[in-house]
Nanobody, 121 residues
Framework: QEQLVESGGGSVQAGGSLRLSCAASGYSPYCMAWFRQAPGKERERVASINVKDMTSYADSVKGRFTISQDNAKNTLYLQMNTLKPEDTAMYYC?????????????????WGQGTQVTVSS
């Protein structure tokens, strides 16, 4: 049974760090990604990684966030440093069958339940 379970969210002050994890089971994905959605805003792709470990980042997080995967543990990670209040959102782990890692959330086929990240100024 396919399942994605996120963890690691929480509340932190601006400038702080958090590490999100996503435990995946039942998948052999070509691409995994982190999305986020703030109230009243569209869901946006934060970072993605494919089976060849090629990564891509939203401009707003480049240099601050790092996506990685541990294939032995079937776990996806998002290391978030120098967090800003505008990073506050629900963060979701997602799987796509497309190895080019699409930007649109509509191209992702499986989703976790989300983990909340709140950054205070």
């Amino acid at each position: 049974q396919e399942q994605l379970v996120e963890s690691g969210g929480g509340s932190v002050q601006a400038g702080g760090s958090l590490r999100l994890s996503c435990a995946a089971s039942g998948y052999s994905p070509y691409c995994m990604a982190w999305f986020r959605q703030a109230p009243g805003k569209e869901r946006e792709r934060v970072a993605s990684i494919n089976v060849k470990d090629m990564t891509s980042y939203a401009d707003s997080v480049k240099g601050r966030f790092t996506i990685s995967q541990d294939n032995a543990k079937n776990t996806l990670y998002l290391q978030m440093n120098t967090l800003k209040p505008e990073d506050t959102a629900m963060y979701y782990c997602a799987v796509s069958v497309w190895p080019q890692c699409p930007v649109s959330h509509g191209e992702y086929h499986y989703w976790g339940q989300g983990t909340q990240v709140t950054v205070s100024s």
